[in-house]
């Protein structure tokens, strides 16, 4: 079974940055890319936050480039995901879905977090049209128009009040009568003249033209009555489920299931077993915060690897 230095479990801005350092120190990293090679941004249309394009650049296209970088200097990879793995002892042991078997001297974990969505038939073909799980990266696509919100929570108030520094309205549609969010972060929703709640609801269809949203049908979950509201824009607002599944319990986990990193480094409770970007990170969730953990995490791997 062949053993590696680095093995570097997910993409995205993450894990292409944990490569490039990875490779350019000669540690020879593979990357197994998971069922989404490039991360969350593969969806996005337009990037306007990376630093180093002034005029923009398209999700898909920064990520083909970080890849494209990383492969001048050595990086491997496979295409595959990653089923089980044994951090009993190193080297590490992994399992993947094609059924190859690796070991790793050490570990990289770059898996992010995906945005959980309503389920709706045609939601998924809308991202970027009209729907979108991230109102700090497609907020300012917004700018004077009508968007909704769905959630109850922390996220969904936070988000709501980003919204309203670009849309001219934002409405809240929540199942119950009562959010679950923090009371501060209540206050500050209600007391902003811009966001109105649609209590008891929830949303059943989104309609689009070419252009992309149009409307959104509504149902009144007490009433049964349905009604269709004009609206630019959809955002989801409840939360994001990180990608640990595969480790299966042997890793130290916060409440919402991310892992839990030591403090401002990227070491987990195991040694030499090291994580970066949404998977560990439930409040920034940027792909240039991504990027910069990716490096840390990728230095810290070097580092571990001298001293063992």
Known sequence: METRKVVIVG???????????????????????????????????????????????????L????????????????????????????????????????????????TGASAKYLGLPNEKELIG??????????GFFYRDQIVHIVGGGDTAMEEATFLTKFAKKVYVVHRRDSLRASKPMQERAFNNEKIEFVWDSAVTE????????????????KTGEVTERPTNGLFMGI???????????QIDLDDHGFIITKGAHP?????GVFA????????YRQAISAAGSGCQAAIRAERFLEEN
Do not use: W
């Not at 049209?129 to 497609?138: E, H, I, P, R, W």
């Open 276 to 283: 970066c970007g949404d998977v560990q990170d439930s409040y």
């Open 63 to 110: 990520m083909a480039n970080m890849k494209k970088q990383t492969q001048r200097f050595g990086t491997e990879y496979l295409q595959t995901h990653v089923t089980a793995v044994d951090l009993s002892k190193r080297p590490f042991k992994l399992t993947c879905e094609n059924g190859t078997e690796l070991m790793a001297e050490s570990l990289i974990i770059s």
């Open 206 to 221: 989104i309609i689009a033209d070419q252009t992309g949203v149009t409307s959104i049908k509504v149902e009144n979950l």
């Open 129 to 138: 049209k009209g729907v979108s799980a991230c109102a700090t990266c497609d």
């Open 11 to 61: 993409s995205g801005p993450a894990g292409y940055t944990a490569a490039l350092y990875a490779s350019r120190a000669n540690l020879n990293p593979l990357v197994i890319e998971g069922h989404e090679p490039g991360g969350q941004l593969t969806t996005t249309t337009d990037v306007d936050n990376f630093p180093g394009f002034p005029e923009g650049i398209m999700g898909p296209e």
């Open 239 to 249: 939360g994001h489920s990180p990608n640990t599944g595969f480790l299966n319990g």
């Open 267 to 271: 070491d987990t409770n195991v040694e």
